[in-house]
């Protein structure tokens, strides 16, 4: 028999983004990919925090710490991992659905390193 596992709410890009943007976000949009496909593109405001690190023991940056998290990766899976690794450090983390690939689906904007117009590697 399986022990009982809690499934965690995640949130789909359009509720990410509204948690996350405007003038006063709700919560830090926190991308957990590697630092290639942070500087290929990611989206706007998003602070950077690669899983292997955090998987390390690296602390969060410190404009996401004491802050609600919205953890985003490429397609969902990492930022699973990492938002079950943030929760059990106290961390209030969600991840998000699809990721950046369905970012991008969705019209919303991905920049990358320079402020340019981006892609998802």
Excluded at 60 to 70: C, D, W, Y
Aim: aromatic share 4%.
């Amino acid at each position: 028999m399986f022990p009982f596992r809690k499934k965690r709410p995640r949130l789909s890009v359009h509720e990410a983004r509204t948690r996350t943007g405007g003038d006063r976000p709700e919560a830090v949009l926190l991308d957990v990919r590697e630092k290639p496909e942070w500087k290929a593109g990611h989206a706007p405001g998003a602070v950077h925090a690669p899983l292997t690190g955090l998987v390390a023991g690296a602390a969060l940056p410190a404009s996401a710490q004491g802050r609600p998290l919205v953890v985003i990766c490429r397609s969902g899976q990492r930022s699973q991992q990492a938002t079950k690794l943030l929760t059990e450090r106290g961390a209030d983390a969600v991840d998000v659905t699809g990721g950046m690939n369905a970012w991008a689906a969705a019209g919303f904007p991905v920049t990358d390193e320079r402020g340019n117009s981006g892609s998802i590697a």
